[in-house]
């Protein structure tokens, strides 16, 4: 099951609004960074998805499902799979590629998800309270992009990347903060499922209803004022 904060010591993280110079604990190399646990532990970006982007990648050109919902959840539900981390940018959008493609979609899958696996790997962690957009929102957007084969001088498909991105942030910041990123998650792929159905007509699944079994592991989880929530009538 995910693991929570560090992932040496297990301790709480904490972000800086100056990034500071620290070296990863797991590779040796220095960045700059704005987290690091609380007993002075730092894992770099490629450090910690790594193992999570070859779970996503076995687990997504494998899968038959029509549902980007139950994908990401059987995904995340792996030990390589952390409680938070940047390689939920990454699972969005392979998650509905692969619902995608089984629901009719056409494209080149391979392909597609080698280059959701590389852009979606250069959306920095913390992107969600440093940058203003959450990764998650980007991910889904990278997904229309791929998609519709956009580029900075497509006119309707840049159009439509940019639609997405927007309204994946607009019903995850609507939600409010702190962040989760499998509540991100969820809140992205239900707007991408919807928006893809309207603007390039082709229909994946959804659950009746999302539930997320990951609360336990998120100290800040909202709870009942999730709309996630396992039982939102807990007060």
Partial sequence: MPTPDCLICGAELEYFNTPRKMKCAICGKEYETT?????????CDACHMEKGIALIQQFCTESESRNPIAI????MARPEI???????????GAALLTAYKNSGGKLDFAQALQEMIRRGKQVPGGACGFWGCCGAGV????FISIV????????EEWGLANQMTARALQAIGSLGGPRCCKRDSFTAVKEAVLFTEEHLQIKMELPDKIICGFSKFNEQCKK???PYFADRSLK
């Fill in 35 to 43: 987290a690091a646990c609380k007993e002075g532990h730092f894992i």
């Fill in 72 to 75: 990401l959840q059987q995904i």
């Fill in 82 to 92: 952390y409680m938070h981390g940047p390689e939920h940018h990454v699972m969005v």
């Fill in 139 to 142: 991910s889904a957007g990278i």
């Fill in 148 to 155: 519709t084969e956009a580029t900075p001088l497509h006119r």
């Fill in 224 to 226: 009942q004022d999730c």
